[in-house]
Each structure stands twice: as structure tokens, then as C-alpha cells.
């Protein structure tokens, strides 16, 4: 099988341990790349989930066993914990299984910028609509993944490719629209307030690669709905995949390199 090489690669929202995790495509994903560094930016095992009813399908593990054969190979894994997980919030600071959690943290890309990467859920407080933001697990959520997974089965039935009808409804209702913009407003916020070029998190289910207010703006979605990644190419260009039944760039942002000084051009 062909691996696509990338130097760093971001995902999130897996919610292993719950019934629409699209662990399918994640493992396609995780077997059909590489890359030096993989972090993992929260909400990997859904434990909320879980405490309520107990499912675990064996590629859930597989997705496990695949994440943790990358880091005992050299690949570096960076495991920062969501609130569906925070449990692991406790192990901030150690490494599990050749996996470092951390509870933020600084990357910075091959053009010499700086990201801000967290969760997410620290800015709930600062959205009009928490139960909007705190969706996995509402009953209204999952009553759009219930209509999203029976659309998907007759969609095969007839040939077609996945396609994520709970993303589609999310995007229609002002509300919810409303406090998305509320929570990347708050994200871009922090990215100023600390000094960075960007934000990377995950948490709402709404991929996003965008720049504004001068601050390049990345939401590596999720794979309940939508099955998307964030990835950093050799030339410094972040991308943002959707991988399901058909692979394709949704966006791109290129990051410019800082210029030589005199003294490099000299030599």
C-alpha cells in the first residue's frame, strides 16, 4: 500500500467507544500516511459515551493498536485530552505508551509560524449556545447522526459516497451557526491574546481552514460526520483533507516562508 508522507498531521474528535465513530476511514487514513509528528487534539476514546453504554467494535481498537505501532516506529505522537476524555488530563505532563499528553501546545510549521494547539472546550464559556457547543452526547445530536447514519445506508444501497447529512442540517440552523462563529471568534481571540500566528482544535465537528484578523484560523472537524484531517505539506502549505469513500482537499492556506538574511543570500 502507498503511504502519503506529510511532516505533521492533526486529528481529533475519533470518539472511539461510540456508535458513529467512522473508524473505517480513520484506519485507511492512519495506514495510508505517515509523518514525523501525528497529534492526537482530543476527544479520542469517548468516555462520556461509554459510561452511558458500554460499545467497543474491534477497528476501534485497531485504531488504537495502529496509533501506538506510530509511535513505538519513531513517529512522534502529541496527545492533548478534550472533555469527552479528560480523564487524561491527569497524565498532562507524562508520556503513556511512548504517547506525550500535554494540555496545550506550541507547533511550529516548516515557514516558521507558530500554533496554538488545544482542545477546544475551554471556549464554551464564551458561546451564547453551550449545549450547542457540548454536542456530543445531546439528544438532538444524536437524533442528526440517527438520520445520518440511515441516509448513509441507503445512500450505498443506490452507490453513492458518504456524505455527512448532519453537517448539512448543522450548517442550516442559525442557532447553531450562530455559536459556531462565537466559538472560532473566541478561538482567534486566544491566538491573539497569546501571540501566535494560528489556532489548531477540534471540539465543535466544523472543519475549518480559514484567515482572519490575521490569524489563520484550522478546525480539524471530527470523524462522526465528517471525516477530516488537518496536515502540514513539506512546503509549509496546510491542508485540510475529507477521507471517506472519495479523498479530496476541502481547503488550503499557504503559510510564506520568513525571508533569508543577507548574510544566508551571501553565502
Same mark, same amino acid.
Given at each position: 500500500?502507498?503511504?502519503?508522507?506529510?511532516?505533521?498531521?492533526?486529528?481529533?474528535?475519533?470518539?472511539?467507544?461510540?456508535?458513529?465513530?467512522?473508524?473505517?476511514?480513520?484506519?485507511? +487514513?492512519?495506514?495510508? %500516511?505517515?509523518?514525523?509528528?501525528?497529534? $492526537?487534539?482530543?476527544?479520542?476514546? /469517548?468516555?462520556? !459515551?461509554?459510561? &452511558?453504554?458500554?460499545?467497543?467494535?474491534?477497528?476501534?481498537?485497531?485504531?488504537?493498536?495502529?496509533?501506538?505501532?506510530?509511535?513505538?516506529?519513531?513517529?512522534?505522537?502529541?496527545?492533548?485530552?478534550?472533555?469527552?476524555?479528560?480523564?487524561?488530563?491527569?497524565?498532562?505532563?507524562?508520556?503513556?505508551?511512548?504517547?506525550?499528553?500535554?494540555?496545550? +501546545?506550541?507547533?511550529? %510549521?516548516?515557514?516558521?509560524?507558530?500554533? $496554538?494547539?488545544?482542545?477546544?472546550? /475551554?471556549?464554551? !464559556?464564551?458561546? &451564547?449556545?453551550?449545549?450547542?457547543?457540548?454536542?456530543?452526547?445531546?439528544?438532538?445530536?444524536?437524533?442528526?447522526?440517527?438520520?445520518?447514519?440511515?441516509?448513509?445506508?441507503?445512500?450505498?444501497?443506490?452507490?453513492?459516497?458518504?456524505?455527512?447529512?448532519?453537517?448539512?442540517?448543522?450548517?442550516?440552523?442559525?442557532?447553531?451557526?450562530?455559536?459556531?462563529?462565537?466559538?472560532?471568534?473566541?478561538?482567534?481571540?486566544?491566538?491573539?491574546?497569546?501571540?501566535?500566528?494560528?489556532?489548531?482544535?477540534?471540539?465543535?465537528?466544523?472543519?475549518?481552514?480559514?484567515?482572519?484578523?490575521?490569524?489563520?484560523?484550522?478546525?480539524?472537524?471530527?470523524?462522526?460526520?465528517?471525516?477530516?484531517?488537518?496536515?502540514?505539506?513539506?512546503?509549509?502549505?496546510?491542508?485540510?483533507?475529507?477521507?471517506?469513500?472519495?479523498?479530496?482537499?476541502?481547503?488550503?492556506?499557504?503559510?510564506?516562508?520568513?525571508?533569508?538574511?543577507?548574510?544566508?543570500?551571501?553565502?
Amino acid at each position: 500500500m502507498k503511504t502519503i508522507y506529510y511532516p505533521s498531521i492533526w486529528i481529533s474528535d475519533l470518539h472511539l467507544g461510540y456508535k458513529d465513530c467512522k473508524a473505517d476511514y480513520l484506519l485507511d +487514513f492512519l495506514n495510508r %500516511t505517515n509523518c514525523d509528528v501525528l497529534y $492526537l487534539v482530543g476527544d479520542i476514546v /469517548d468516555l462520556w !459515551s461509554m459510561k &452511558r453504554q458500554f460499545y467497543w467494535e474491534p477497528s476501534h481498537y485497531k485504531v488504537l493498536e495502529c496509533i501506538q505501532a506510530k509511535a513505538e516506529s519513531g513517529t512522534r505522537v502529541i496527545y492533548i485530552p478534550g472533555n469527552h476524555d479528560e480523564t487524561f488530563r491527569h497524565y498532562v505532563g507524562r508520556s503513556l505508551f511512548n504517547v506525550e499528553v500535554h494540555r496545550t +501546545f506550541i507547533h511550529t %510549521t516548516s515557514a516558521g509560524k507558530r500554533f $496554538l494547539l488545544l482542545h477546544g472546550d /475551554d471556549f464554551d !464559556s464564551a458561546t &451564547r449556545y453551550n449545549k450547542l457547543i457540548s454536542i456530543a452526547g445531546d439528544a438532538g445530536y444524536d437524533f442528526l447522526l440517527f438520520l445520518n447514519r440511515w441516509t448513509n445506508r441507503i445512500r450505498r444501497i443506490y452507490g453513492g459516497h458518504y456524505w455527512s447529512l448532519a453537517s448539512w442540517i448543522k450548517n442550516r440552523v442559525h442557532k447553531a451557526k450562530e455559536a459556531i462563529a462565537a466559538f472560532e471568534a473566541a478561538a482567534i481571540h486566544e491566538a491573539k491574546k497569546q501571540g501566535v500566528d494560528g489556532i489548531i482544535c477540534g471540539h465543535i465537528h466544523q472543519p475549518a481552514l480559514k484567515v482572519s484578523d490575521g490569524i489563520v484560523y484550522c478546525n480539524d472537524g471530527d470523524w462522526i460526520e465528517n471525516c477530516t484531517a488537518l496536515v502540514e505539506n513539506k512546503d509549509g502549505r496546510i491542508e485540510l483533507l475529507h477521507w471517506s469513500d472519495i479523498q479530496h482537499v476541502l481547503h488550503t492556506v499557504e503559510l510564506a516562508r520568513p525571508p533569508e538574511n543577507k548574510a544566508s543570500q551571501a553565502a
